[in-house]
């Protein structure tokens, strides 16, 4: 991480819709124990096992992601995090240790909080508890649907999920910074599979590859070959926190 940049009391909130949810009396509860930083891609926030102290905020096109370790020494990528909501300590009080390897998948702006602040302005606000309480119900609705995805979804349909989601969540809108092995990650396979899927994709004029990124031609067909995974979490989270997951709007701001 870069040398955080201690200016919490910035007239304009952080670009995190979160955080953007609450209401001017309960995120004035926070504001003065905000820190912004800037984290680079790959930065470890938590490992198994380790105490949980920060909350930490995704601000504008900077995604985290939860990674299960397996017995073959292999992480396996459950869920991704980005400005809709936040890693870590969201409702449990204490130090609780962290249950997979929580790391930026795309470097930018974050924002962290000690978790030790989040609970005390909780105790004093029922609505800034209902909001995290209500962000949690959406991030265990997407752990489930993930589930349910690897369970019966085909490699080219998570692919296909997977890259739009990462595009609502970015800010360049055909460009997504993945990497044939961050895909494989992903979807917990070999990168000679994701390479077979992108090679079709390319052939088929969806998208093509730089070095490093991945440069989506035809959004419409992407989208008709991916899974409607995606579109449930995306309704549920409409259901229950509206306006907080990204849009077409929020991503040109």
């Known amino acids: 991480m870069i040398a955080p940049e201690n200016t919490p009391a910035d007239a304009e909130r952080p670009f995190n819709n979160l955080l953007r949810r609450l209401n001017a009396s309960d995120f004035a509860l926070i504001a003065p124990h905000l820190v912004r930083e800037e984290a680079g891609s790959n930065d470890l926030l938590y490992n198994p096992g380790e105490d949980v102290e920060i909350v930490h905020f995704p601000c504008g096109p900077s995604l ?11 992480d396996v990528e459950t869920i991704l ?22 790391m930026v998948k795309f470097g930018g702006p974050f924002v962290r909080l000690h978790v030790g602040k989040l609970d005390a302005a909780k105790a004093r606000s029922a609505t800034l508890r209902n909001v995290f309480a209500r962000y949690a119900d959406c991030m265990l609705a997407q752990i489930f649907q993930s589930t349910a995805c690897n369970a019966i979804h085909s490699i080219e349909q998570r692919t296909a999920k997977w890259i739009i989601s990462a595009m609502e969540r970015t800010d360049g809108d055909d460009v997504v910074p993945l990497t044939h092995e961050q895909l494989a990650t992903l979807l917990g396979v070999g990168r000679s599979y994701i390479s077979r899927v992108i090679q079709t994709f390319k052939a088929d004029g969806v998208l093509k590859t730089r070095r490093g990124s991945i440069l989506v031609l035809n959004r419409d067909a992407l989208q008709m070959r991916a899974c409607l995974c995606n579109e449930s979490v995306k309704n549920h989270f409409e259901e229950v926190l509206r306006g907080v997951y990204p849009t077409n709007e929020t991503r040109s701001r």
Do not use: F, K, Q, W
């Open 81 to 102: 995090v980005g400005r809709e909501g936040a890693v870590g300590g969201i409702v449990s009080e204490g130090y609780l240790p962290a249950y997979t390897r929580i």
């Open 64 to 74: 985290a992601s939860y990674l299960v370790p397996n017995e073959d020494g292999h």
